[in-house]
């Protein structure tokens, strides 16, 4: 771990604030349909916000060239327990006919008929019921705290490697999506408090005493939250307002308050180096989850009390959030950017010599690799960590920061693969005139390039 004090890159800073959404790689344009999802809920709690009952309606582009003859929906979560659990149910869906549930149940495909034709648009709206398990997780009930993550229903990509049927592997994120809004209205007891994805739009009080907060977001890639009778403290990063949950039962105001100012710092350290934070407010939820430190959902992180774990998905609000990435193929790639990232807001972390591989470990494995050898998943942390540490002392800290900052700047609110940021390093090791062996690099590092 170092203490450089890196320089901010400032033109390259103002080249980001002004990116539009950009979806090219370095291979080429990459077309990922549907585009342009638009989605709309309307979701009622029980009374400990345990149960979330309502419907949602889901709008897209077809954005490829040929007719869109179906469409599938990732219902992520029903992947903890399986189908049997029916934690996330769908029906009476009109747009289009759902087809059999697949993958534990967290696929649904949808029938359109007709196709959808090229550049056209369609809405489908179905009934849904989220029931959390009761269990301290990213998705459960525990201790007063609902944790709503990867519950809504998701659009599934298609790319030019055709539609991902990948598994939800609950050891680490096997999310892919693209961008879009998000309108979600929360119906609860008044003192029931939703910290969610977005920004506060409406909270209108209704007749029955329910309150209904509606939520509003652009330019995420999912949307989740929490539920609970909460505290909360607040603070400011800029532009940026940074609210801090908990239970009283479980955290202390004073560690809340250490962890707000981590928060902070770490997204104006973050917003600094990569681009700035493109959104007007950050949620972290703070608990004890035994099976997980912490987890990033667009605009909110559930995180315990530990400042690199709050860095840490705060950082991937960057990495996973405004540039995407495949996490099922690709889990080491935002992995890698967000531990290496976490150590930021205290000093950069460079120099890293080697990463003890777990046996035939490749960092660049999927998730269905590490799901099978659960014991090995932290290479994808540390050893990834590691190798950008070791290519943070190669390059210096500041030109390669400034190197995350192009890659971000490439791929804002857009999706990258490995290569984009292997040939972004190739490249400015050219351009830098540091001495790396590319082919030699990325053997010793495990790391496989098309
Ligand atoms: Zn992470």
């Not at 999802?37 to 419907?55: D, F, I, K």
């Not at 897209?60 to 399986?82: H, I, K, M």
């Not at 035994?290 to 990495?319: C, D, K, L």
């Not at 890698?336 to 460079?350: C, D, I, K, N």
Request: charged share 20%; aromatic share 12%; proline share 6%.
């Amino acid at each position: 771990m170092g203490t450089f004090r890196r320089l901010v890159a400032l033109t390259v800073l103002a080249a980001v604030l002004g990116a539009p959404a950009a979806t090219a790689t370095a291979a080429g344009e990459v077309v990922r349909n549907p585009g342009d999802p638009y989605y709309e809920a309307r979701l009622r709690a029980s009374q400990n916000g345990r149960v979330w009952t309502g419907r949602i309606s889901i709008s897209f582009t077809n954005v490829a060239d040929e007719p869109l003859g179906s469409v599938y929906f990732r219902l992520w979560s029903n992947g903890v327990d399986g189908c049997a659990a029916g934690a996330i149910e769908v029906w009476d869906l009109t747009g289009g006919t759902l087809g059999p549930a697949a993958l534990d149940c967290t696929e649904v495909p949808v029938i359109l008929s007709p196709a959808l034709g090229p550049g056209d648009r369609a809405t489908l709206t179905m009934r849904l019921r989220v029931t959390l398990p009761r269990r301290s997780d990213r998705f459960g009930y525990s201790g007063g705290l609902a944790l709503v993550g990867t519950a809504l229903p998701t659009l599934e990509v298609h790319d030019d490697e055709g539609w991902h049927h990948d598994l939800f592997e609950d050891l680490g994120e096997s999310f892919y999506s693209v961008t879009g809004r998000y309108r979600v209205t929360l119906v609860g007891p008044p003192d029931l408090d939703t910290p969610a994805t977005g920004t506060l739009a409406a909270s209108k009080p209704l007749p029955n005493g329910l309150v209904a907060r509606t939520y509003a977001a652009e330019g995420v890639r999912d949307f989740a939250w929490a539920a609970g009778r909460l505290e909360q403290l607040s603070g400011n990063s800029g532009p940026t307002k940074v609210v801090v949950s908990y239970r009283a039962a479980s955290v202390t105001k004073m560690q809340a308050q250490r962890m707000l100012v981590a928060a902070q710092k770490s997204l104006s350290t973050f917003s600094a180096a990569f681009g700035a934070y493109p959104y007007p407010e950050l949620d972290v939820v703070l608990g004890a989850f035994p099976g997980f430190g912490g987890m990033e959902y667009p605009t909110i992180v559930f995180s315990e009390v530990n400042r690199y774990t709050v860095a840490h998905e705060i950082a991937h609000q960057w990495w996973y959030g405004v540039v995407g990435n495949d996490q099922y193929a690709d889990p080491w790639l935002d992995e890698s950017l967000a531990t290496w990232s976490e150590e930021l807001p205290w000093g950069a972390w460079v120099g890293c010599a080697s990463y003890d591989f777990p046996g035939a470990a490749r960092l660049s494995n999927d998730m269905g690799y590490w799901g099978d050898h659960p014991n090995q998943y932290d290479t994808v942390y540390d050893g990834g960590g590691c190798m950008l540490a070791n290519l943070a002392k190669r390059f210096g800290a500041a030109r390669f920061l400034d190197i995350l900052s192009d890659y971000a700047a490439a791929h804002w609110l857009g999706v990258a693969r490995p290569e984009d940021l292997t040939a972004l390093i190739e490249e400015a090791a050219v351009q830098y005139g540091v001495p790396f062996a590319p082919d030699a690099f990325w053997a010793a590092w495990r790391v496989d390039t098309p």
